[in-house]
């Protein structure tokens, strides 16, 4: 629509521009986008513009148009300018409706001591990003001078004597310890208190089954329950940078960039009734933290499981010089199991079940458009049962899980993830799961994926759905849903639904 307004748009855009020479038509015509600021106001917003306008004219070739010049011209054709607009799609469709050729757009941290910036420069036509930078100046190093260096990399120029005064930029500095320390608090006691409600107690002989382990799981994270993840083909380990990475990877949820919160539910097989919800957010620059709870229980109420999980991991930002960032994370899992009256066939059991577990998992940015991950879990995992109906209590070993992923962004609608079981134990099965999702008309994903064990007798799982996501802001509201098809058993319908925010 906006794109169609051109002819009605390009004449206001010439009411805000001054004279050209006659060379003009050869410049590059660029917009500049108001930069997001913490830690200042319009002032910094002016500053920071006028120090842009500056050194891009310092560069040559441009014609330049800032954001106010830009919104007159919306006003004069009555359009209404993007009130938020931080991702190529939508900076590019600004530029072409003004027949500008380059849109640059970005954000600036101002501490006490240090600025950090980052800045995107994209190519309006092809809606494709040019160049990004992100740096931050050294103690004592001004706005100006970062600002500098940052046009100077945008363009590909380098200058030794400037570049000694920045340093890569992680992002802003983070203060949420306390938040922290009291939701993994509230989290595990939580769990603790539910396994406790659940126990039943017997007098019965403990038998130790630890020695008897056979390689195949029996927990909860044998049920992708996410609606994103699912919908990749339960490939997330990679991409655990958000609230569904609680239930993934522990590893990126330093990667996380602030407070999510995720809702979901799972209708599995006409018979199982899965709920979801977690919490993560960001204790420092370098640690990231999430809070997960996980129900599944079948609709007649004959069993049920209950799963707290507590998260945490440290990125490594510059751990060696050659490296790029990595993280380490660990999950803490309390699990509770229980079954229902044991009135349903003469073989019922009852009785209740009570473990923990960790899983540790590695996240590494490998390129910029590359990330690799590792994940152990159930490293390790043991249940105590207690069968009240044979009056009989033992312990189980959940077996390891050894997995291995990567997610490739191609571009920024683009983005591919892969993954890998790894036998451990000889009944353990080589897994394989992908996935691919495309972002289409600015806020919707549609995805794709499958997954697939060795062996000609195992199933092909092939999974699909759709996400709208929704940027405020600061904030964002996102809706997830997948479906998931298994050639095996065709009509068993396997349906998710998830609504993350970010606040």
């Known amino acids: 629509m906006m ?32 930069p997001e600021v913490s830690g200042g106001g319009e002032k910094l917003v002016t500053e920071a513009v006028t120090h842009l306008t500056k050194y891009i004219s310092e560069v040559g070739g ?56 980052r800045f995107t420069l994209v190519d309006v036509q092809s809606k494709q990003i040019i160049e990004k930078v992100s740096i931050e100046g050294a103690a004592g190093v ?12 945008l363009h590909g120029h380098v200058d030794n004597d400037l570049d000694t005064a920045v340093n890569r ?5 983070v203060h949420n310890e306390k938040e922290f320390y009291i939701s993994a608090g509230v989290c595990i006691v939580a769990g603790f208190l539910v396994a406790i409600l659940n126990n039943e107690s017997i007098d019965g002989e403990k038998m130790d089954y630890s020695n008897n382990l056979s390689g195949v ?35 990126g949820l ?120 590792i994940l152990f879990e159930n490293l390790p995992s043991f249940i105590k049962y207690n069968n009240v109906t044979e009056n009989t209590e033992y312990v189980e070993f959940e077996p390891v899980e050894f997995l291995l992923g990567g997610q490739f962004q191609a571009n920024y609608e683009t983005f591919l993830i892969a993954e890998f079981n790894i036998p451990l134990y000889r009944e353990q099965l080589w897994r394989g799961k992908a996935g691919i999702e495309r972002v289409i008309f600015r806020v919707m994903r549609i995805r794709i994926g499958t997954e697939k064990s060795e062996g000609l007798d195992t199933p092909w799982k092939v999974t699909g759905g759709v996400g709208v996501h929704i940027p405020m802001e600061s904030k964002f509201f996102t809706l997830d849903g997948s479906y998931e098809y298994n050639t095996f058993n065709p009509f068993s319908n396997v349906l998710n639904f998830s609504f993350r925010f970010g606040f």
């Open 3 to 34: 794109s169609k307004k051109i002819l009605l748009i390009v004449p206001g855009l010439f009411l805000i521009v001054p004279a050209q020479n006659e060379m003009a038509g050869l410049k590059t015509r660029i917009g500049i986008l108001n």
């Open 62 to 117: 441009y014609d330049i148009y800032t954001q106010d010049g830009m919104e007159k011209a919306f006003e004069e054709i009555k359009q209404r300018f993007p009130k938020y607009c931080r991702e190529p799609r939508c900076v590019s469709a600004v530029g072409s409706a003004l027949q500008l050729d380059r849109m640059l757009y970005g954000s600036i941290d101002k501490g006490e001591k240090t600025c950090g910036v």
């Open 142 to 153: 001004g706005l100006e001078e970062v600002l500098s260096v940052a046009v100077s990399r």
């Open 169 to 173: 930029y992680f992002g802003k500095q």
């Open 217 to 251: 799981g029996t927990s909860h994270n044998l049920i992708p329950v996410c609606a994103r993840p699912t919908a990749l083909g339960n490939a997330y380990i990679a991409a655990s940078d958000d609230a569904y990475g609680v239930f993934y990877n522990p590893a």
């Open 254 to 373: 330093s990667w996380a960039a602030g407070r999510e919160v995720v809702f979901g539910y799972q209708y599995r097989y006409a018979m199982l009734n899965n709920f979801i919800a977690s919490y993560v957010n960001k204790a420092t620059r370098e640690i990231g933290f999430g809070q997960g709870f996980h129900y599944t229980g079948d609709v007649d109420n004959l069993y049920s499981e209950v799963t707290f999980i507590s998260g945490a991991s440290y990125k490594f930002n510059e751990l060696l010089p050659f490296l790029r960032p990595i993280s380490v994370g660990m999950n803490f899992k309390i699990m509770s199991k229980k079954t229902g009256s044991g009135s349903v066939g003469l073989d019922a059991q009852k009785g209740s079940g009570f473990g923990i577990g960790i899983d540790l998992g590695v996240q590494l940015e490998l390129t910029e458009k590359i990330l690799g991950a």
